[in-house]
């Protein structure tokens, strides 16, 4: 059976960023490479640019479960909510936002935990209050400056989850 370069090639990446996200270091051998150098930094690298940031989420005003990623996706770059995000259904007018603070609930109050005017950065509104979706996030947000995602309630000023961005 022949296969393509081009199959063999997908084939590799694969195994590679299973791999990568494992932590498991494959020799060069088993992708079919000259074992010159062992492939770790290539690893690190990919899992790099695969995930630039992620986190889970904490309750803030609601309960919630589910996380976030960020990566580069076709040029872009785009945070990507988790299949098992859930939060309040019955709260309207959800964001997605962001914040400079790594503990931006540190100054407000419970149970709604309010946002005080700009300290937040809006990124898009909520499309579902569960399950997977992605968000573009536009070069006009400056990720370097932003600690966590929040989701949150513009219409009563109540954030209903917040996570940390971790690299």
């Known amino acids: 059976m022949t296969r393509s370069p081009r199959t063999v090639l997908t ?18 051998r088993s992708l079919g490479l000259p074992a010159v150098e062992p ?23 609601a309960p919630v479960s589910g996380g976030f990623s960020i990566s580069e996706q076709g040029g872009k770059t785009v ?19 962001f914040s400079p603070s790594a503990t931006p609930l540190a100054m ?9 005017p ?25 990720l370097k400056a932003q600690k966590s995602v929040l989701i949150w309630c513009q219409k009563f000023n109540a954030t209903m989850a917040w996570a940390p961005l971790k690299p």
């Open 11 to 28: 084939g590799a990446l694969t195994l590679v960023a299973a791999a990568a996200f494992s932590g498991t270091v494959l020799p060069a």
């Open 39 to 61: 492939i770790t930094p290539a690893l690190a690298s990919l899992a790099q640019a695969m995930a630039k940031a992620s986190g889970s989420f904490r309750k803030a005003e």
């Open 79 to 97: 945070l990507t909510l988790s299949g098992d995000f859930k939060t309040n259904d019955m709260a309207p007018d959800l964001w997605v936002a």
């Open 108 to 116: 407000s109050k419970a149970p709604g935990f309010p946002l005080k």
């Open 118 to 142: 700009g300290s937040y950065t809006l990124l898009s509104k909520l499309k579902s209050s569960k399950g997977g979706q992605s968000y573009v996030i536009p070069a006009s947000i400056d």
